[in-house]
């Protein structure tokens, strides 16, 4: 399976941003598509997550009402959709796949694959 991630970018803060992670490959082996980021300095971390079907999705609790995720099905692609950006969103924001229903959505060790990932930069 290979991730694509795209659409960072330079965002002033409580504007909003669209990402969008494209999987191509052996999709029928995806059981969720998650979405993590990484500030300088810091670690990674979850940011949201949504299962193959789109039925269940989970956020983490700073981005929650503000960003959301979905799955267009024709397009075997994963959106997250950013909205009233604050400037500690800034991060390189990556894409991962997870192909076994066992573990959680929360952790980068929970998933298989991983995109490229894509800058967002949110200036105050």
């Known amino acids: 399976v290979q991730l694509q991630a795209y659409g960072g970018g330079l965002v002033q803060a409580g504007g909003s941003l669209r990402l969008s992670c494209a999987a191509s490959?052996?999709?029928?082996?995806?059981?969720?598509v998650g979405w993590f980021r990484q500030a300088p300095g810091k670690e990674r971390e979850f940011v949201a997550a949504?299962?193959?079907?789109?039925?269940?999705?989970r956020y983490t609790d700073s981005v929650k009402g503000r960003f959301t995720i979905s799955r267009d099905n024709a397009k075997i692609t994963v959106h997250l959709q950013m909205g009233s950006l604050k400037p500690e969103d800034t991060a390189v924001y990556y894409c991962a796949l997870k192909t076994l229903p066992s573990g959680t959505y929360y952790y980068a060790t929970d998933y298989d694959y991983w995109g490229r990932g894509t800058l967002v930069t949110v200036s105050s």
């Open positions: 949504i299962n193959w079907s789109g039925s269940s999705t």
């Open positions: 490959g052996r999709t029928f082996s995806v059981y969720a």
